[in-house]
Nanobody
């Protein structure tokens, strides 16, 4: 059974940076597409970024383009979300998710595996 565990969320000031980590185990992670989603209070979970199995291809939601970077280290079974120029509206619980097939442009319903989430709070 694939398990995903996020870490790295914390309170940060607007304009600051954070790196979220996702530790994966329990499967051939190098064959899995990985994505980051977020859910703010009172809002639905939304897509943030995704990376292909080999790491060559990425996709981002428009609000984070140019500020966030998704990456992965397959030998270490890790994925990362580097977040720069953080804004108050980035405040949310961030989730790592994985799926075996499909496209990078995919909603949360296509992802099979989910972490427990990590809280990111950006103070303005």
């Amino acid at each position: 059974q694939v398990q995903l565990v996020e870490s790295g969320g914390e309170l940060v000031q607007a304009g600051g940076s954070l790196r979220l980590s996702c530790a994966a185990s329990g499967g051939t992670i190098s064959l899995m597409m990985l994505g980051w989603f977020r859910q703010a209070p009172g809002k639905e979970r939304e897509f943030v970024a995704a990376v292909s199995a080999g790491g060559a291809y990425t996709h981002y939601t428009d609000p984070v383009k140019g500020r966030f970077t998704i990456s992965r280290d397959n030998p270490k079974n890790m994925a990362y979300l580097h977040m720069n120029s953080l804004k108050a509206e980035d405040t949310a619980v961030y989730y790592c998710a994985g799926k075996w097939s499909g496209t990078l442009v995919a909603g949360s319903s296509e992802y099979l595996y989910w972490g427990q989430g990590t809280q990111v709070t950006v103070s303005s």
